[in-house]
């Protein structure tokens, strides 16, 4: 009897008393294309082990591999990686969508008062709480990774905590609770602007300086942990307006995965201009922070010399449409980007929405809405449909703007995956006929939402079983709590 | 015992033999506002009878109003109303999502030669089950009621059917085998623009003149049926690419509710001045079309002056965003329409998302990627949040747009309602505080979607429960075999 690899590797196993999963699900997304039928094994490693075609088994039993998960109905598909959060900012969500009085020019600058109000407020216990309902939201949602740009470090008066990382530790504690996996980037932020010291309500970001930061960034790496749910260390600049040059190149001398965010409102752009006669891409190209392990969020108001220097860099840009619109932000240039040979990912940022297939439509329709044209983001032919590009940024795209090996379903990837439900409305009679495997891949990436996830794999182990968290009443109830504190 | 309004009625109803149910949700959508524990009582001519206070019952049969329906966990809304619909471009999704070999401008005209491929091919009965599926989604997503802009008359080489209501009769069907209330538009379209006769895939729209299009109105008037799951009938414009002058003049003596599609895409406004050397409103205008009756579809490229144009006549404006975004149409100035008075509503168009949620979080979104601002169409303080305008342009606009007495839950008002699940993570801890109903309402509003919908009832009767819809297999199944035939 023909022996598909994947299951045969599986049993051989088996009899060695290895501990593999075999999940067969009717299609899998296996070298960017929906295949139906493939069997995905997994090994106690969390690993992806092989990946062949699957045959139809009768019974477990008959085969001895009573490992195989069979995900009928279903498709499996690696896990989003969120690569830009704020955990903390889930308690705006539905909060800020009014005008204040006496404000008749209600923006991102009138957003971030009230969001200041919150991080002033928000004590360990209660970040911790918050962010752990944040992040099996986003497990509920699909995402198996999260990139934390984390920047509330001390005492709402500024002061260290006795121990300085307690904040680190809790978000990381939220991510080991809810079962996601996390990269920690501690955020660098030393000012209110060009010459403007912080402001009372941001003193619990604030680093002197960039030695005080190498503290914070050493300390942070003793949390690191690459076991099945993983704690990766990186680090952030909070961006060109809260960092003075020097700051910057000593950040830049210390290497690794960094983030910033840059470019996202005008006004940033303009302070910038004046201050260093340079845009932000060029000053952080000038200081030598631009490489391929830089990931610059928003990047919505670049210019053409700004999206040469990413490209010829190597750098990466992190895009969060559900956030940039609800702010106000406005579009980035994507295709440019792209053309230039620029990584794209997505993030949910302030968690207006947590919903990876709400970023990545977003993606090709905000360049619809910007060029007046179709397809911007998509190739040639059925197999170029824009399904592909977007469910990459979602998934490849931000492993990579982790250092990551998650992102797709290969051998030696971590298992980090989900399963769509196939069932659902949205994709009813997109996988029909010779194309279908491109146009359900389409329909899922423009036509798609958190509630066609299902189950949830972080490092091989399930962590959301059938739309189930284990610890979501939990994790809702403590929400709740600290909701009731805040708007008392 | 104090007793509340809705549930005294209910009881003295009940005794003489009168059927009612009260609906006692944890929310309640009333006079634009979320209100908790309201008791909604409903006739059985399909109207709301009454709403005021509920009381907790301990157990039905205390009270012996058997016919209280406990919604808990859930909020009670008015049903949404899809004021424009094309129900068979449903088998276009995830399908046009790719470049034609050869087309660098891929845009709206060649997705449309695209429609027209499936327009020309679809039967008398692969045309019901399309509709009928797409009808069956629209009620799960929440919407209970379709303006159905119907211009597929004929056979496909443009001979009229034995029966020229053919095709009328079939999505009237479909409607009832759904159990969705619907407005039939039959749509006039004469040529294939200025000077330009109809081509060879537009043979199956067309009508030769206006007395001919009368012809077709009369007919369909007699499908119309006022019951518990309404078929009204208007008519509608197609556009004034697709009409001349004359037949626009004729279409304005008639009178009643009439949509166009208007300003859609800079080509036909381009063609309309060279025809006429007036813009598409202005000419309708200039013709008498303009009239509180009157929904202008889109209105994506509008000027100043078209918008004083349709504030001043009353009439209204109809936005498709999702489609909008789909096709890199653009986007609207919806605040300046709302400044001149011009009721908005809302449809899923070409139903590249079925999702009412994603259609009005669209139109606060799409103001704020516009201008640079946030809460563009929200009033001042929690109440004012935009929450209220964005849920009303999806119910009572389109309530308005279809001259439906629907789209609130108020006494006298049909009983077309939906239940939505409060514990969705996208709501939870959004109804906490004082201000609880107005973010719970942006919340819902901003970051909705369509699986929130759990119960839909049309006219007072039940049509999907706690997610199922009954005829929905059989609707499935239908669809899929069309789309079988469709792409192979």
Redesign the interface.
């Known amino acids: 009897m023909l022996r598909d690899g994947a299951g045969y590797l599986a049993e051989i196993r088996a009899s060695l008393g290895l501990m593999t999963v075999v999940l067969h699900a009717d299609y899998t997304l296996f070298d960017g294309v929906l295949q139906p039928h493939l069997a995905v094994s997994v090994g106690d490693d969390g690993r992806v082990l092989a990946v062949g075609p699957a045959r139809e088994l009768s019974a477990p039993s008959d085969t001895g591999e009573s490992s195989v998960v069979r995900l009928a109905g279903k498709a499996l598909l690696p896990g989003f990686v969120n690569a830009h959060s704020h955990a903390f900012q ?2 705006l ?9 006496g404000h008749e ?4 600058w ?2 971030r008062a009230a969001m200041y109000d919150a991080a002033t407020r928000l004590d360990p216990e209660q970040i911790e709480a918050v962010t752990t ?1 944040a992040y099996a ?1 986003m497990l ?2 699909g995402y198996t990774h999260v990139a934390e740009f984390h920047y509330v470090h001390h005492q709402p008066d500024g002061t260290p905590y006795a121990d300085p990382l307690e904040l680190s530790r809790r978000v990381v504690a939220s991510a080991r609770t809810a079962g996601i996996g996390m990269t920690l980037l501690p955020v660098a932020y030393q000012r209110g602007g060009p010459g403007t010291p912080a402001s009372a309500k941001q003193r619990r970001f604030l680093h002197r300086d960039a030695d005080a930061f190498a503290n914070t960034l050493s300390g942070s790496r003793e949390l690191a942990d690459l076991g099945r749910c993983p704690v990766q260390v990186g680090m952030a600049a909070h961006s060109v307006r809260a960092l003075d040059r020097s700051f910057l190149e000593e950040m830049a001398a210390l290497g690794g995965v960094v983030h910033a965010h840059v470019n996202e409102q ?1 006004k940033e752009i303009a302070q910038c201009l004046a201050e260093h006669g340079l845009r932000p891409i060029e000053l952080l190209a000038d200081v030598g922070l631009l490489s391929p392990q830089f990931v610059g969020v928003h990047a919505t108001h670049i210019d053409e010399a700004e999206v040469r220097l990413l490209g010829e860099s190597g750098a990466q840009v992190c895009v969060c449409p559900t956030t940039e ?7 980035p240039p994507l295709r440019d980007l792209v053309d230039a040979g620029v990584s794209l990912s997505i993030g949910s940022d302030s968690h ?4 990876p297939f709400a970023e990545i439509a977003a993606l090709e ?2 360049e ?2 910007r ?5 911007v983001l ?10 592909g590009p977007l469910i990459a940024a979602g998934t490849r795209g931000g492993a990579r703007a982790c250092g990551l090996d998650a992102g797709r379903i290969h051998p030696g990837s971590r298992a980090d995956l989900v399963s769509i439900d196939l069932e659902s ?2 994709l ?3 996988s ?5 495997g ?6 899922m ?3 798609g ?3 066609l996830v299902q189950d949830v794999w972080v490092g091989g182990a399930r962590v959301v079983n059938n739309g189930h968290h284990p610890g979501w009443r939990e994790a ?1 109830a403590g ?2 709590t600290v ?2 504190s805040l ?2």
Not at 93 to 101: A, F, M, Q, S
Not at 371 to 375: D, I, Q, V
Not at 432 to 436: N, P
Request: net charge positive; glycine share 16%.
């Open positions: 889930r308690v969500r539905g909060r800020t969508e009014y005008r204040e009085p020019d209600d923006d991102f009138a957003w309902f939201e509920r949602a005008p619109r609800n702010l106000g932000d406005g579009l207006a929405n947590v919903d329709n905000g619809r809405l060029s007046g044209k179709r397809n998509a190739g040639v032919g059925p197999g170029g449909a824009v399904g409305p949205r009813v009679g997109s029909v006929g010779a194309e279908g491109h146009s359900l891949l389409a329909a990436a423009l036509s939402s958190a509630e809702r929400f709740e909701m009731r708007v008392s």
